[in-house]
Protein backbone atom coordinates (compact mmCIF):
# COMPACT_ATOMS: atom_id res chain seq x y z
CA UNK A 1 0.00 0.00 0.00
CA UNK A 2 1.11 3.72 -1.00
CA UNK A 3 2.01 5.76 1.67
CA UNK A 4 -0.53 8.18 2.48
CA UNK A 5 -0.64 11.47 2.93
CA UNK A 6 -3.75 13.72 4.39
CA UNK A 7 -3.92 17.12 3.79
CA UNK A 8 -6.33 17.95 6.95
CA UNK A 9 -4.35 19.25 10.21
CA UNK A 10 -5.00 18.77 13.62
CA UNK A 11 -7.53 21.49 13.88
CA UNK A 12 -9.71 19.44 11.92
CA UNK A 13 -9.11 16.07 13.84
CA UNK A 14 -9.70 17.72 17.25
CA UNK A 15 -12.00 20.93 16.28
CA UNK A 16 -12.17 22.86 19.30
CA UNK A 17 -13.56 26.26 21.23
CA UNK A 18 -10.50 27.19 22.33
CA UNK A 19 -8.61 27.75 18.89
CA UNK A 20 -9.44 31.54 19.24
CA UNK A 21 -9.08 33.65 21.73
CA UNK A 22 -10.65 36.59 20.49
CA UNK A 23 -10.01 39.34 22.56
CA UNK A 24 -5.67 39.22 21.58
CA UNK A 25 -6.35 38.27 17.81
CA UNK A 26 -4.44 35.21 18.63
CA UNK A 27 -4.95 31.54 16.47
CA UNK A 28 -3.22 28.83 17.71
CA UNK A 29 -0.80 27.55 14.72
CA UNK A 30 -2.13 24.63 12.69
CA UNK A 31 -1.02 21.21 13.43
CA UNK A 32 2.43 19.48 11.93
CA UNK A 33 3.39 16.18 11.01
CA UNK A 34 3.44 12.94 12.84
CA UNK A 35 6.86 11.05 12.15
CA UNK A 36 7.27 7.67 12.52
CA UNK A 37 10.63 5.89 13.02
CA UNK A 38 10.27 2.37 12.13
CA UNK A 39 12.96 0.12 10.31
CA UNK A 40 10.35 -2.37 9.04
CA UNK A 41 8.50 -1.54 6.63
CA UNK A 42 6.04 -4.38 7.20
CA UNK A 43 5.32 -2.34 10.67
CA UNK A 44 5.09 0.75 9.00
CA UNK A 45 2.54 -0.51 6.84
CA UNK A 46 0.51 -1.90 9.70
CA UNK A 47 1.19 1.23 12.06
CA UNK A 48 -0.33 3.88 8.89
CA UNK A 49 -2.91 1.27 8.45
CA UNK A 50 -4.40 1.49 11.81
CA UNK A 51 -4.30 5.20 11.76
CA UNK A 52 -6.26 5.51 8.41
CA UNK A 53 -9.42 6.58 10.23
CA UNK A 54 -7.54 9.71 11.42
CA UNK A 55 -7.21 12.21 8.85
CA UNK A 56 -3.17 12.57 9.74
CA UNK A 57 -0.47 13.94 7.52
CA UNK A 58 2.20 10.95 8.35
CA UNK A 59 5.96 11.00 7.10
CA UNK A 60 8.61 7.66 7.88
CA UNK A 61 11.96 7.16 8.13
CA UNK A 62 13.89 4.17 9.15
CA UNK A 63 16.75 4.71 10.92
CA UNK A 64 17.62 7.12 14.05
CA UNK A 65 20.07 8.93 12.04
CA UNK A 66 18.07 10.13 9.42
CA UNK A 67 14.67 11.03 12.11
CA UNK A 68 17.12 13.50 13.31
CA UNK A 69 18.66 14.79 10.33
CA UNK A 70 14.75 14.96 9.27
CA UNK A 71 13.70 17.07 12.54
CA UNK A 72 16.56 19.21 12.13
CA UNK A 73 14.72 21.06 8.89
CA UNK A 74 11.21 19.83 9.78
CA UNK A 75 8.74 20.05 12.33
CA UNK A 76 6.37 16.83 13.84
CA UNK A 77 4.14 17.26 17.02
CA UNK A 78 4.50 13.48 17.40
CA UNK A 79 7.37 10.95 16.88
CA UNK A 80 5.89 6.98 16.72
CA UNK A 81 9.59 5.85 18.00
CA UNK A 82 10.57 2.38 17.39
CA UNK A 83 13.20 1.70 20.33
CA UNK A 84 14.95 -0.78 18.80
CA UNK A 85 16.84 0.66 15.66
CA UNK A 86 19.48 -1.08 13.45
CA UNK A 87 21.70 1.95 13.91
CA UNK A 88 20.80 3.63 17.51
CA UNK A 89 17.91 2.67 20.43
CA UNK A 90 15.31 4.71 21.25
CA UNK A 91 16.16 6.51 23.71
CA UNK A 92 19.50 7.79 22.21
CA UNK A 93 17.44 9.81 19.58
CA UNK A 94 15.59 10.89 22.57
CA UNK A 95 18.65 12.18 24.00
CA UNK A 96 19.99 13.81 21.32
CA UNK A 97 17.06 15.45 20.20
CA UNK A 98 17.20 17.01 24.30
CA UNK A 99 20.48 18.13 23.49
CA UNK A 100 19.52 20.01 20.42
CA UNK A 101 16.77 21.70 22.52
CA UNK A 102 13.80 19.71 20.76
CA UNK A 103 11.55 18.18 23.40
CA UNK A 104 8.97 16.32 21.39
CA UNK A 105 6.28 14.20 22.28
CA UNK A 106 6.89 10.62 21.26
CA UNK A 107 5.29 7.04 22.10
CA UNK A 108 7.63 4.23 22.37
CA UNK A 109 6.95 0.81 20.55
CA UNK A 110 9.04 -2.07 20.83
CA UNK A 111 8.27 -6.48 19.50
CA UNK A 112 10.36 -6.95 23.54
CA UNK A 113 8.81 -5.37 26.72
CA UNK A 114 11.17 -4.26 29.53
CA UNK A 115 10.20 -2.25 32.51
CA UNK A 116 13.21 -0.84 32.80
CA UNK A 117 13.29 0.66 29.66
CA UNK A 118 9.78 1.73 30.20
CA UNK A 119 10.64 3.50 33.04
CA UNK A 120 13.53 5.16 31.30
CA UNK A 121 11.48 6.31 28.12
CA UNK A 122 8.46 7.39 30.88
CA UNK A 123 10.47 9.18 32.87
CA UNK A 124 11.69 11.31 28.86
CA UNK A 125 8.38 12.10 28.87
CA UNK A 126 6.76 9.37 26.98
CA UNK A 127 2.91 9.81 25.66
CA UNK A 128 3.00 5.54 25.99
CA UNK A 129 4.82 2.47 26.29
CA UNK A 130 3.26 0.03 23.68
CA UNK A 131 4.84 -3.90 23.11
CA UNK A 132 3.84 -4.62 19.32
CA UNK A 133 1.65 -7.19 20.40
CA UNK A 134 -1.95 -8.63 19.15
CA UNK A 135 -3.70 -5.45 20.85
CA UNK A 136 -1.44 -3.24 19.43
CA UNK A 137 -3.20 -1.92 16.30
CA UNK A 138 -6.73 -1.55 17.69
CA UNK A 139 -5.19 0.79 20.96
CA UNK A 140 -2.91 2.97 18.50
CA UNK A 141 -5.17 5.17 17.07
CA UNK A 142 -6.66 5.65 20.93
CA UNK A 143 -3.48 6.62 22.08
CA UNK A 144 -2.65 8.78 19.37
CA UNK A 145 -5.81 10.66 19.44
CA UNK A 146 -5.24 10.94 23.53
CA UNK A 147 -1.92 12.43 22.54
CA UNK A 148 -3.04 14.76 20.32
CA UNK A 149 -5.53 16.16 22.58
CA UNK A 150 -3.12 16.67 25.19
CA UNK A 151 -0.84 18.75 22.90
CA UNK A 152 -3.89 20.44 21.88
CA UNK A 153 -4.49 21.39 25.19
CA UNK A 154 -0.81 22.68 26.29
CA UNK A 155 -1.45 24.72 22.91
CA UNK A 156 -4.69 26.02 24.67
CA UNK A 157 -2.95 26.79 27.85
CA UNK A 158 -0.17 28.47 26.48
CA UNK A 159 -2.06 31.16 24.42
CA UNK A 160 -4.61 31.42 27.14
CA UNK A 161 -1.46 32.97 29.63
CA UNK A 162 0.31 34.80 26.67
CA UNK A 163 -3.26 36.82 25.86
CA UNK A 164 -3.74 37.40 29.78
CA UNK A 165 -0.15 38.20 30.39
CA UNK A 166 0.24 42.16 29.45
CA UNK A 167 -3.70 42.75 31.69
CA UNK A 168 -2.54 40.93 34.63
CA UNK A 169 0.12 42.81 35.32
CA UNK A 170 -1.59 46.39 35.48
CA UNK A 171 -3.88 44.11 37.78
CA UNK A 172 -1.76 41.90 40.24
CA UNK A 173 -1.43 44.47 42.74
CA UNK A 174 -5.13 45.49 42.66
CA UNK A 175 -6.05 41.77 42.52
CA UNK A 176 -3.51 40.67 45.27
CA UNK A 177 -4.58 43.17 47.64
CA UNK A 178 -8.25 42.14 47.45
CA UNK A 179 -9.78 41.06 50.66
CA UNK A 180 -11.84 37.80 48.72
CA UNK A 181 -10.58 35.51 47.07
CA UNK A 182 -10.55 35.93 43.11
CA UNK A 183 -10.71 33.77 40.28
CA UNK A 184 -10.27 34.30 36.75
CA UNK A 185 -11.47 31.12 34.63
CA UNK A 186 -12.65 29.49 31.27
CA UNK A 187 -16.79 29.43 31.36
CA UNK A 188 -15.92 25.43 31.68
CA UNK A 189 -14.10 26.15 34.77
CA UNK A 190 -10.81 25.99 33.97
CA UNK A 191 -8.58 28.53 36.51
CA UNK A 192 -6.80 30.89 34.52
CA UNK A 193 -5.99 32.80 37.94
CA UNK A 194 -5.87 32.99 41.68
CA UNK A 195 -4.83 35.26 43.75
CA UNK A 196 -3.41 35.92 47.38
CA UNK A 197 -6.78 35.76 48.81
CA UNK A 198 -8.28 32.66 47.22
CA UNK A 199 -4.60 31.01 48.30
CA UNK A 200 -5.85 31.79 51.86
CA UNK A 201 -9.88 31.07 51.81
CA UNK A 202 -8.85 27.24 49.67
CA UNK A 203 -5.41 26.27 51.13
CA UNK A 204 -4.45 25.84 47.41
CA UNK A 205 -1.02 27.77 46.48
CA UNK A 206 -1.05 29.30 42.82
CA UNK A 207 0.84 27.27 41.01
CA UNK A 208 -1.35 24.28 42.63
CA UNK A 209 -4.55 25.65 41.64
CA UNK A 210 -3.71 27.48 38.09
CA UNK A 211 -4.93 25.01 35.23
CA UNK A 212 -7.13 22.77 37.65
CA UNK A 213 -11.48 23.05 37.14
CA UNK A 214 -12.72 24.89 39.55
CA UNK A 215 -15.80 22.82 40.25
CA UNK A 216 -13.33 19.62 40.47
CA UNK A 217 -11.16 21.52 42.72
CA UNK A 218 -13.12 23.06 45.36
CA UNK A 219 -16.60 21.68 45.06
CA UNK A 220 -17.69 18.78 46.76
CA UNK A 221 -18.80 15.78 44.18
CA UNK A 222 -22.40 16.36 44.95
CA UNK A 223 -22.94 19.84 43.80
CA UNK A 224 -20.72 19.82 40.48
CA UNK A 225 -24.01 19.95 38.27
CA UNK A 226 -25.93 22.65 39.97
CA UNK A 227 -22.56 24.53 39.72
CA UNK A 228 -22.35 23.93 36.26
CA UNK A 229 -25.67 25.21 35.41
CA UNK A 230 -24.96 27.94 37.32
CA UNK A 231 -21.55 28.72 35.30
CA UNK A 232 -23.57 27.83 31.83
CA UNK A 233 -26.89 30.38 32.94
CA UNK A 234 -24.15 33.12 33.76
CA UNK A 235 -22.29 32.19 30.04
CA UNK A 236 -25.54 32.47 28.42
CA UNK A 237 -28.10 35.07 30.08
CA UNK A 238 -27.60 38.68 29.09
CA UNK A 239 -24.13 40.29 29.77
CA UNK A 240 -25.89 43.23 31.87
CA UNK A 241 -28.35 41.37 33.77
CA UNK A 242 -25.49 38.56 34.80
CA UNK A 243 -22.50 41.04 36.12
CA UNK A 244 -22.09 40.20 39.30
CA UNK A 245 -24.70 37.68 39.98
CA UNK A 246 -24.48 36.52 43.99
CA UNK A 247 -24.54 32.55 44.02
CA UNK A 248 -23.92 30.91 47.29
CA UNK A 249 -22.61 27.36 47.95
CA UNK A 250 -20.50 24.85 49.39
CA UNK A 251 -17.00 24.84 48.97
CA UNK A 252 -13.92 22.42 49.89
CA UNK A 253 -10.62 23.65 51.12
CA UNK A 254 -7.13 21.88 50.49
CA UNK A 255 -7.88 19.78 53.66
CA UNK A 256 -11.48 18.55 52.63
CA UNK A 257 -13.01 20.45 54.79
CA UNK A 258 -16.22 22.00 53.58
CA UNK A 259 -17.10 25.82 54.19
CA UNK A 260 -20.06 27.98 52.89
CA UNK A 261 -18.88 30.79 50.18
CA UNK A 262 -20.55 33.35 48.18
CA UNK A 263 -19.66 34.01 44.82
CA UNK A 264 -19.73 37.20 42.52
CA UNK A 265 -19.33 36.39 39.11
CA UNK A 266 -18.84 38.35 35.43
CA UNK A 267 -18.36 37.73 32.47
CA UNK A 268 -15.13 39.29 31.60
CA UNK A 269 -14.46 38.68 27.75
CA UNK A 270 -16.68 37.56 24.88
CA UNK A 271 -16.08 34.76 22.42
CA UNK A 272 -15.53 31.23 22.37
CA UNK A 273 -14.71 30.23 25.00
CA UNK A 274 -15.42 33.37 27.27
CA UNK A 275 -13.82 33.99 30.42
CA UNK A 276 -15.44 34.56 33.50
CA UNK A 277 -14.12 36.37 36.72
CA UNK A 278 -15.39 35.72 40.41
CA UNK A 279 -14.95 37.42 43.38
CA UNK A 280 -15.08 34.61 45.78
CA UNK A 281 -16.15 35.18 50.06
CA UNK A 282 -15.61 32.88 53.07
CA UNK A 283 -19.33 33.61 54.40
CA UNK A 284 -18.13 30.57 57.36
CA UNK A 285 -18.30 34.12 60.01
CA UNK A 286 -21.44 35.62 58.49
CA UNK A 287 -23.36 32.26 58.12
CA UNK A 288 -22.01 31.49 61.95
CA UNK A 289 -23.99 35.11 62.82
CA UNK A 290 -27.28 34.64 60.47
CA UNK A 291 -27.82 31.26 62.40
CA UNK A 292 -27.31 33.14 65.87
CA UNK A 293 -29.93 35.36 64.50
CA UNK A 294 -32.43 32.72 63.24
CA UNK A 295 -31.90 30.41 66.23
CA UNK A 296 -32.73 33.74 68.43
CA UNK A 297 -35.75 34.28 66.50
CA UNK A 298 -37.00 30.70 66.34
CA UNK A 299 -36.75 30.37 70.28
CA UNK A 300 -38.58 33.98 70.46
CA UNK A 301 -41.20 32.92 68.36
CA UNK A 302 -41.30 29.31 69.80
CA UNK A 303 -41.64 31.05 73.57
CA UNK A 304 -44.67 33.58 71.89
CA UNK A 305 -46.30 29.72 71.44
CA UNK A 306 -45.16 28.79 74.56
CA UNK A 307 -49.04 28.86 76.55
CA UNK A 308 -50.27 27.56 74.01
CA UNK A 309 -48.12 24.36 73.48
CA UNK A 310 -48.78 24.19 77.26
CA UNK A 311 -52.31 23.63 77.00
CA UNK A 312 -52.14 21.48 74.13
CA UNK A 313 -49.82 19.43 76.69
CA UNK A 314 -52.23 19.49 79.41
CA UNK A 315 -55.66 18.21 77.21
CA UNK A 316 -53.92 14.85 77.05
CA UNK A 317 -52.02 14.65 79.83
CA UNK A 318 -55.21 15.43 81.91
CA UNK A 319 -57.14 12.39 80.48
CA UNK A 320 -54.39 10.70 81.09
CA UNK A 321 -53.72 11.48 84.69
CA UNK A 322 -57.66 10.73 84.93
CA UNK A 323 -57.56 7.61 83.00
CA UNK A 324 -54.47 6.10 85.41
CA UNK A 325 -57.03 6.61 88.30
CA UNK A 326 -59.50 4.84 87.12
CA UNK A 327 -57.08 1.84 86.02
CA UNK A 328 -55.42 2.03 90.11
CA UNK A 329 -59.60 1.44 91.11
CA UNK A 330 -59.60 -1.72 88.78
CA UNK A 331 -56.01 -2.92 89.26
CA UNK A 332 -57.37 -2.87 93.16
CA UNK A 333 -60.58 -4.98 92.20
CA UNK A 334 -58.48 -7.32 90.11
CA UNK A 335 -56.13 -7.41 93.24
CA UNK A 336 -58.90 -8.52 95.88
CA UNK A 337 -60.07 -11.24 92.97
CA UNK A 338 -56.81 -12.90 92.34
CA UNK A 339 -56.26 -13.66 96.37
CA UNK A 340 -59.61 -14.86 96.47
CA UNK A 341 -58.79 -17.72 93.62
CA UNK A 342 -55.48 -17.99 95.32
CA UNK A 343 -56.97 -19.19 98.46
CA UNK A 344 -59.95 -21.24 96.28
CA UNK A 345 -56.77 -22.55 95.11
CA UNK A 346 -55.52 -24.02 98.46
CA UNK A 347 -58.98 -24.74 99.79
CA UNK A 348 -59.68 -27.16 96.87
CA UNK A 349 -55.59 -29.03 96.89
CA UNK A 350 -56.83 -29.19 101.04
CA UNK A 351 -60.46 -30.98 100.29
CA UNK A 352 -62.05 -28.15 102.12
CA UNK A 353 -65.46 -27.98 100.86
CA UNK A 354 -66.81 -25.43 103.23
CA UNK A 355 -63.72 -23.05 102.21
CA UNK A 356 -64.23 -23.45 98.75
CA UNK A 357 -68.25 -22.40 99.29
CA UNK A 358 -67.50 -19.24 101.31
CA UNK A 359 -64.90 -17.95 98.91
CA UNK A 360 -66.96 -19.49 95.77
CA UNK A 361 -69.51 -16.65 97.46
CA UNK A 362 -67.21 -13.63 97.90
CA UNK A 363 -66.15 -14.32 94.32
CA UNK A 364 -69.45 -14.20 93.00
CA UNK A 365 -70.80 -11.10 95.39
CA UNK A 366 -67.52 -9.38 93.79
CA UNK A 367 -67.92 -9.84 90.30
CA UNK A 368 -71.68 -9.05 90.57
CA UNK A 369 -71.12 -5.66 92.54
CA UNK A 370 -68.24 -4.93 90.30
CA UNK A 371 -69.79 -5.62 87.16
CA UNK A 372 -66.43 -7.48 85.72
CA UNK A 373 -67.97 -7.25 81.89
CA UNK A 374 -67.94 -3.41 82.44
CA UNK A 375 -64.74 -3.35 83.81
CA UNK A 376 -62.77 -5.44 81.29
CA UNK A 377 -64.31 -3.32 77.66
CA UNK A 378 -63.26 -0.52 80.03
CA UNK A 379 -59.92 -1.35 80.53
CA UNK A 380 -59.41 -1.01 76.68
CA UNK A 381 -60.88 2.00 75.94
CA UNK A 382 -58.68 3.35 78.25
CA UNK A 383 -55.34 1.93 77.51
CA UNK A 384 -56.83 3.14 73.88
CA UNK A 385 -57.25 6.65 74.79
CA UNK A 386 -54.00 6.81 77.27
CA UNK A 387 -51.87 5.59 74.50
CA UNK A 388 -52.89 8.29 72.01
CA UNK A 389 -52.88 10.65 74.39
CA UNK A 390 -49.49 9.90 75.06
CA UNK A 391 -48.62 9.51 71.29
CA UNK A 392 -50.20 13.02 71.14
CA UNK A 393 -47.73 14.98 73.40
CA UNK A 394 -44.80 12.45 71.57
CA UNK A 395 -45.45 14.38 68.67
CA UNK A 396 -45.77 18.11 69.91
CA UNK A 397 -42.52 17.37 72.04
CA UNK A 398 -40.73 16.50 68.92
CA UNK A 399 -42.04 19.05 66.55
CA UNK A 400 -40.85 21.06 69.70
CA UNK A 401 -37.37 19.98 69.39
CA UNK A 402 -37.37 19.75 65.88
CA UNK A 403 -37.93 23.20 66.02
CA UNK A 404 -35.48 24.29 68.34
CA UNK A 405 -32.47 22.43 67.08
CA UNK A 406 -29.75 24.31 65.18
CA UNK A 407 -28.50 21.46 63.38
CA UNK A 408 -32.05 21.13 61.47
CA UNK A 409 -30.30 24.43 59.49
CA UNK A 410 -28.65 21.46 57.55
CA UNK A 411 -29.42 21.04 53.70
CA UNK A 412 -31.16 17.31 52.37
CA UNK A 413 -33.70 16.11 50.62
CA UNK A 414 -37.05 16.83 52.10
CA UNK A 415 -41.00 17.21 51.07
CA UNK A 416 -42.56 20.94 52.08
CA UNK A 417 -45.58 19.18 52.54
CA UNK A 418 -43.78 17.05 55.21
CA UNK A 419 -42.80 20.87 57.20
CA UNK A 420 -45.72 22.47 56.78
CA UNK A 421 -47.74 19.84 58.17
CA UNK A 422 -45.05 19.49 61.21
CA UNK A 423 -45.40 23.28 61.56
CA UNK A 424 -49.50 23.21 61.52
CA UNK A 425 -48.95 20.76 64.84
CA UNK A 426 -46.43 23.37 66.71
CA UNK A 427 -48.70 26.34 66.13
CA UNK A 428 -52.16 25.01 66.21
CA UNK A 429 -53.16 25.90 69.26
CA UNK A 430 -52.29 29.48 67.98
CA UNK A 431 -54.45 29.08 65.07
CA UNK A 432 -57.03 26.93 66.07
CA UNK A 433 -59.20 29.46 68.37
CA UNK A 434 -59.04 32.41 65.59
CA UNK A 435 -59.07 30.97 62.12
CA UNK A 436 -60.67 28.08 60.39
CA UNK A 437 -57.45 26.28 58.17
CA UNK A 438 -57.70 24.89 54.47
CA UNK A 439 -54.78 23.25 53.18
CA UNK A 440 -54.72 22.62 49.12
CA UNK A 441 -51.28 20.62 49.14
CA UNK A 442 -50.43 19.51 45.69
CA UNK A 443 -48.32 16.58 44.72
CA UNK A 444 -45.03 17.98 44.77
CA UNK A 445 -41.21 16.16 44.33
CA UNK A 446 -38.77 16.65 47.47
CA UNK A 447 -36.16 18.98 46.87
CA UNK A 448 -32.59 19.88 48.67
CA UNK A 449 -33.54 22.44 51.11
CA UNK A 450 -32.87 23.16 55.04
CA UNK A 451 -35.84 21.93 56.41
CA UNK A 452 -35.64 23.18 59.09
CA UNK A 453 -35.57 26.67 58.36
CA UNK A 454 -37.99 26.43 56.11
CA UNK A 455 -40.44 25.05 59.09
CA UNK A 456 -39.66 28.34 60.57
CA UNK A 457 -41.06 30.66 58.23
CA UNK A 458 -44.10 28.42 57.63
CA UNK A 459 -44.32 29.00 61.49
CA UNK A 460 -43.71 32.56 61.07
CA UNK A 461 -46.14 33.24 58.35
CA UNK A 462 -49.04 31.21 59.74
CA UNK A 463 -48.71 32.84 63.36
CA UNK A 464 -48.66 36.33 61.57
CA UNK A 465 -52.01 35.42 59.66
CA UNK A 466 -53.33 34.43 63.10
CA UNK A 467 -52.44 37.48 64.57
CA UNK A 468 -53.85 40.19 61.12
CA UNK A 469 -57.57 37.82 61.76
CA UNK A 470 -59.38 40.04 64.31
CA UNK A 471 -62.24 37.74 65.32
CA UNK A 472 -62.47 34.84 63.30
CA UNK A 473 -61.44 33.68 59.39
CA UNK A 474 -60.01 31.48 57.39
CA UNK A 475 -55.98 30.58 56.75
CA UNK A 476 -55.16 28.92 53.26
CA UNK A 477 -52.04 27.15 52.42
CA UNK A 478 -51.96 25.92 49.18
CA UNK A 479 -48.86 23.99 47.32
CA UNK A 480 -48.37 23.26 43.57
CA UNK A 481 -45.37 21.99 41.16
CA UNK A 482 -45.03 23.25 38.10
CA UNK A 483 -41.48 22.37 35.67
CA UNK A 484 -39.41 24.26 37.37
CA UNK A 485 -40.25 25.77 41.49
CA UNK A 486 -42.42 24.57 44.10
CA UNK A 487 -45.23 26.90 44.59
CA UNK A 488 -46.21 27.95 48.45
CA UNK A 489 -49.12 30.24 48.85
CA UNK A 490 -50.12 31.36 52.49
CA UNK A 491 -53.77 33.49 52.72
CA UNK A 492 -55.42 35.12 55.53
CA UNK A 493 -58.63 36.57 55.70
CA UNK A 494 -57.16 39.42 58.08
CA UNK A 495 -57.21 42.92 58.13
CA UNK A 496 -54.87 43.12 55.08
CA UNK A 497 -51.44 45.26 54.97
CA UNK A 498 -51.63 49.27 53.72
CA UNK A 499 -50.40 49.28 50.25
CA UNK A 500 -47.61 51.85 51.52
CA UNK A 501 -45.99 49.38 54.18
CA UNK A 502 -46.04 46.59 51.79
CA UNK A 503 -42.41 47.83 50.43
CA UNK A 504 -41.19 48.09 53.38
CA UNK A 505 -42.35 44.60 55.56
CA UNK A 506 -39.05 42.34 54.48
CA UNK A 507 -37.00 45.54 56.10
CA UNK A 508 -35.15 44.16 59.42
CA UNK A 509 -36.74 45.93 62.74
CA UNK A 510 -39.62 47.32 60.68
CA UNK A 511 -43.07 46.17 61.88
CA UNK A 512 -46.46 46.84 61.94
CA UNK A 513 -47.40 45.44 65.15
CA UNK A 514 -47.76 47.24 68.45
CA UNK A 515 -44.71 48.35 70.64
CA UNK A 516 -44.04 44.70 72.88
CA UNK A 517 -45.52 42.47 69.97
CA UNK A 518 -42.69 41.90 67.60
CA UNK A 519 -39.04 42.46 66.63
CA UNK A 520 -39.21 43.87 63.20
CA UNK A 521 -37.16 40.80 62.32
CA UNK A 522 -39.45 37.88 61.63
CA UNK A 523 -40.20 38.77 57.57
CA UNK A 524 -35.97 40.08 57.43
CA UNK A 525 -35.14 36.85 58.58
CA UNK A 526 -37.65 35.34 56.35
CA UNK A 527 -36.22 36.62 53.67
CA UNK A 528 -33.38 35.90 54.20
CA UNK A 529 -33.74 31.89 54.47
CA UNK A 530 -35.78 32.08 51.12
CA UNK A 531 -32.92 33.69 49.51
CA UNK A 532 -30.63 31.00 50.38
CA UNK A 533 -32.34 28.04 48.78
CA UNK A 534 -32.24 30.63 45.22
CA UNK A 535 -36.33 31.52 45.72
CA UNK A 536 -38.25 34.45 45.63
CA UNK A 537 -41.26 35.50 48.28
CA UNK A 538 -43.59 38.30 47.39
CA UNK A 539 -46.66 39.49 49.07
CA UNK A 540 -50.24 41.00 47.89
CA UNK A 541 -52.46 42.60 50.14
CA UNK A 542 -55.79 44.64 50.92
CA UNK A 543 -57.24 46.49 53.41
CA UNK A 544 -60.04 44.46 55.16
CA UNK A 545 -59.84 41.72 52.38
CA UNK A 546 -56.63 39.75 53.44
CA UNK A 547 -53.07 38.92 52.89
CA UNK A 548 -51.41 36.44 50.84
CA UNK A 549 -47.23 35.46 50.88
CA UNK A 550 -46.37 33.53 47.73
CA UNK A 551 -43.22 31.58 48.02
CA UNK A 552 -40.77 30.19 44.59
CA UNK A 553 -38.65 27.55 45.22
CA UNK A 554 -36.86 26.19 42.34
CA UNK A 555 -36.56 22.74 41.54
CA UNK A 556 -33.20 22.09 41.28
CA UNK A 557 -33.10 23.49 45.30
CA UNK A 558 -30.02 24.93 47.17
CA UNK A 559 -26.60 24.05 47.60
CA UNK A 560 -25.65 23.00 50.87
Not at 12 to 33: A, W
Not at 222 to 239: E, I, P, V
Not at 258 to 282: H, M, Q
Not at 476 to 482: D, G, P, V
Amino acid sequence: MNQSTFTETIDEIIPSKYDRCKNHDVVISPGGIILIIEDSHTQTRIIKDSLIDLPLEIHCVSTGHEAIEWLNVNKAVLLLLDYELPDMKGIEIIDTLAQQGQNLEFLVMTARGSETVAVQMMKRGAVDYLIKDDAFTSLLPTIVERALKKIKSEQILEIAQNALKQAEKRTRLIIDSAADGFISMWDDGTILDWNKAAERIFGWSYKEAIEQNLIELMMPETHHAHFRKNLLDLRNSDHSLAQNKLIEATALNKTGAEFPIEISASIASEGEPCILNAFIRDISNRQMLESQLIQSEKLASLGQLAAGVAHEINNPIGFVKSNVGTLSEYVGIFTRLLGLYEELSQAIREEDKPQQERLLTQIQTIREEEDLADIFEDVNELLSESTEGLVRVTEIVQNLKSFARVDEASVKEANINDGIAATLKVVWNELKYKSEIVTDLGEIPEIRCSPGQLNQVFMNLLVNAAQAIPERGTITIKTEATSEEIIIQISDTGIGIPEQELSQIFTPFYTTKPVGQGTGLGLSIIYGIIQKHNGTISVESKLGIGTTFTIRLPLEGMCA
